[in-house]
């Protein structure tokens, strides 16, 4: 897992309105899978990856599609939009 992809998703996520949780588990007997979960922040529900079984590609689909279809302008840490 790259640690900069999910720093730049937890920033992306947070534009739209979400975050991202990602699971503490340490037990391969655990009943989530280790990885993560969107959650919705003024619902405060998962919008994807209830049992913590997203990952962080299919979290890049889902924000950038989220992100086209409310119009929002994904912007990098650092980066000016254009004028």
Known sequence: ???PLE????RFAG???YRIAK???RSIHATNHGEF???ENVGNFA???SNYDATLEGLEQFLRLDAQVN???LRERGKKADA
């Open 71 to 73: 119009g929002v302008v």
């Open 7 to 10: 720093m730049r998703l937890r």
């Open 15 to 17: 534009q739209l309105g």
């Open 23 to 25: 699971s503490r588990a």
């Open 47 to 49: 919008v994807m990856g």
């Open 37 to 39: 979960m969107l959650i």
């Open 1 to 3: 897992m790259s640690k």
